[in-house]
């Protein structure tokens, strides 16, 4: 079986567009070029993370607009037409992001530059041996795409360990449809969706990247790299040895892998340029960034809780913190993953967590897989308080 090719690039430190262009460049010439699937007149849909402010280059939040401006050019030169669009997070005004980034420099320039959420225009996708989807809803510059280019900014996650290629193609959905993966089950969700758009190349911006509580608020990792391929679980299963992971912990990957979307295998992946080994850093996991503790409060996670679960909760906790809402939390105990619920422990005390709680929940559950972090912040404080968003806009009401 011919193996699939990760190309890993070093950039300078702190790199200016020739910089990162020649990088972006050299990465796709050692994978082959692009030719092969971009085509003169092709539409070719250029997919950034815009999750959410921060946008400053150092946060490592967002993709740099340079690495996206460079795929534009590359892509413009083999005679297609680049369009770089995305939509933020569910609650995020996406135009925020992009004028106060360097996405509206680009716009400027004149590249096209689109905010998904504006088009409206929406269509469904099919989703081909779909597991908890049988169809997705996307936005109809989706459908018209001929080539999708998976254009992620490399960080740990909150809920799922990791978020690169395939996590970030979420972008592409509507804010309905991105709530009912977090509703119905986002680790093989997010696979049906990575079938239905079918993203042909993938170009990680390493650049500047986020360990701990990412994808917002993580703390910033200066790694001055790019990597490209056209197997995108294969790109992303090389991203997680980079920041110290074995793909099987990364469960995105890991179920794209075993659905024969893609090989995550060492031993199926040749990785030319940098060799791995001189590049990796483990990076702090979302779990081991700065955990709350605070007495009186119980979080119990029994032997079905998987990744999702215990960092959304550890996330919704560190929320609480942000918000200076911690006072909430003693009296309260969690409870994720099938445990058994505490018999010292009042029911109406009790925030059961996740699918694998539905059937021994309280009156306090939170549906999910997993829930977003606002809704589990929600369940903890009750009436007592409004949940302090935190980079979302719109009420809780209105966004989950």
Not at 263 to 269: C, G, H, L, N, P
Request: proline share 6%; aromatic share 4%; with cysteine.
């Amino acid at each position: 079986m011919q193996k699939a090719t990760v190309s890993i690039v070093k950039t300078p430190a702190g790199p200016d567009f020739e910089q990162i262009y020649a990088a972006v460049k050299q990465s796709l010439d050692l994978i082959g070029g692009i030719e092969d699937i971009v085509r003169p007149g092709h539409l070719v849909l250029i997919n950034p993370s815009w999750v959410a402010p921060p946008v400053e280059r150092e946060a490592g939040c967002i993709t740099l607009p340079e690495v996206a401006r460079a795929i534009a050019d590359i892509v413009k030169a083999a005679g297609a037409r680049p369009v770089i669009a995305e939509s933020s997070a569910v609650g995020v005004d996406t135009e925020k992001v992009i004028q106060s980034s360097g996405y509206r420099d680009l716009l400027e320039l004149g590249y096209e530059v689109v905010n998904l959420k504006a088009t409206k225009a929406t269509v469904d996708l099919p989703a081909e041996n779909g597991i908890v989807f049988n169809q997705v809803e996307c936005w109809e510059l989706v459908k018209q795409a001929d080539v999708i280019i998976s254009v992620p900014k490399l960080k740990t996650h909150d809920q799922t360990e990791m978020t690169c290629a395939i996590k970030k193609l979420k972008g592409l959905l509507t804010d309905k449809a991105k709530k009912a993966m977090h509703q119905e089950g986002l680790f093989d969700g997010v696979i049906d969706l990575l079938s239905a758009v079918k993203p042909r190349l993938a170009v990680v911006d390493a650049v500047v990247c986020q360990e701990g509580v990412g994808p917002v608020f993580g703390k910033p990792v200066e790694m001055n790299l790019v990597l490209a391929g056209k197997d995108v679980v294969a790109v992303d299963a090389v991203c997680a040895r980079l920041i110290g992971y074995d793909p099987e912990e990364t469960l995105l990957t890991k179920n794209a892998a075993a659905r024969g979307l893609g090989v995550m295998d060492a031993e199926s992946i040749n990785i030319i340029g940098e060799p791995l080994e001189g590049v990796t850093r483990r990076f702090l996991r979302a779990i081991e960034d700065d955990p709350v503790e605070v007495e009186g409060f119980e979080l119990i996670h029994g032997e079905a809780a998987c990744t999702g679960c215990r960092n959304t909760v550890m996330s919704a906790l560190i929320d609480m913190r942000n918000a200076d809402q911690l006072m909430y939390l003693p009296g309260v105990t969690v409870v994720t993953g099938k445990a058994p619920l505490p018999a010292d422990a009042s029911p109406d005390n009790i925030v059961t967590i996740g699918l694998c709680m539905k059937d021994n929940q309280t009156e306090r559950h939170v549906k999910g897989c997993p829930p977003n972090n606002a809704l589990v912040v929600k369940a903890i404080i009750g009436d007592r308080a409004e949940v302090k968003r935190m980079y979302a806009e719109e009420s809780l009401d209105k966004t989950d």
